[in-house]
T-cell receptor, first 114, second 114 residues
Framework: DGGITQSPKYLFRKEGQNVTLSCEQN?????MYWYRQDPGQGLRLIYY???????QKGDIAEGYSVSREKKESFPLTVTSAQKNPTAFYLC?????????????FGEGSRLTVL | AQSVTQPDIHITVSEGASLELRCNYS??????LFWYVQSPGQGLQLLLK??????LVQGIKGFEAEFKRSQSSFNLRKPSVHWSDAAEYFC????????????FGTGTKLQVIP
């Protein structure tokens, strides 16, 4: 079955450490996204990418980095510069950036900073 | 810039009762509109979407939504709620033309009581 796989589902980090969240899709979608979800705040866009080796900052990119070396993969690194990284992170994809906006989501990764 | 307001943070309904979740949007033209559902600890699943045409849209799981341009609203309805409908519901708006950035509301958490 086609879909989006995020790993790990749960991740714990000590302050000062970088962590990388994995996102893989087999939907053959061009566009991929990372969202952050905090209680009562909905989803906020961190980064998005239309094609390999190209990505753009979203609304809250500070303290995060991404790469898009393969069409299927869009990993997110939460760096030590992110001051409040504890959150639920969602990866999504769509056919392309100029499509009708329908997003397909992974099951999320919950990051907790100890 | 587009925005979405979901005025109800939390709603409780009895099983078998009808449901209406409110969504108001702000956008300069006719937007793309979506409702997504999220079970605890999971990703988001698309319930329904409006692009154009008939303003009453049918979705999965017996949900429907009506686009009312004059009220800038896209309320979600279900005639008879089941216990399995307990989840968080997000309204979202996408811009037409150019990059289809999707903006999410803050969500409405639905509790279903016996």
């Amino acid at each position: 079955d086609g879909g989006i796989t995020q790993s790990p589902k749960y991740l714990f980090r000590k302050e000062g450490q970088n962590v990388t969240l994995s996102c893989e899709q087999n939907l053959n979608h061009d566009a991929m996204y990372w969202y952050r979800q905090d209680p009562g705040q909905g989803l906020r866009l961190i980064y998005y990418s239309q094609i390999v080796n190209d990505f753009q900052k979203g609304d809250i990119a500070e303290g995060y980095s991404v790469s898009r070396e393969k069409k299927e993969s869009f990993p997110l690194t939460v760096t030590s510069a992110q001051k409040n990284p504890t959150a639920f992170y969602l990866c999504a994809s769509s056919i392309d950036l100029r499509s009708t906006g329908e997003l397909f989501f992974g099951e999320g990764s919950r990051l907790t900073v100890l | 810039a587009q925005s979405v307001t979901q005025p109800d943070i939390h709603i409780t309904v009895s099983e078998g009762a009808s449901l209406e979740l409110r969504c108001n949007y702000s956008y300069g033209a006719t937007p793309y509109l979506f409702w997504y559902v999220q079970s605890p600890g999971q990703g988001l699943q698309l319930l329904l979407k409006y692009f154009s045409g008939d303003t009453l849209v049918q979705g999965i799981k017996g949900f429907e939504a009506e686009f009312k341009r004059s009220q800038s609203s896209f309320n979600l309805r279900k005639p008879s709620v089941h216990w399995s409908d307990a989840a968080e519901y997000f309204c979202a708006v996408g811009a037409r033309g150019g990059y289809q950035k999707v903006t999410f509301g803050t969500g409405t958490k639905l509790q279903v009581i016996p």
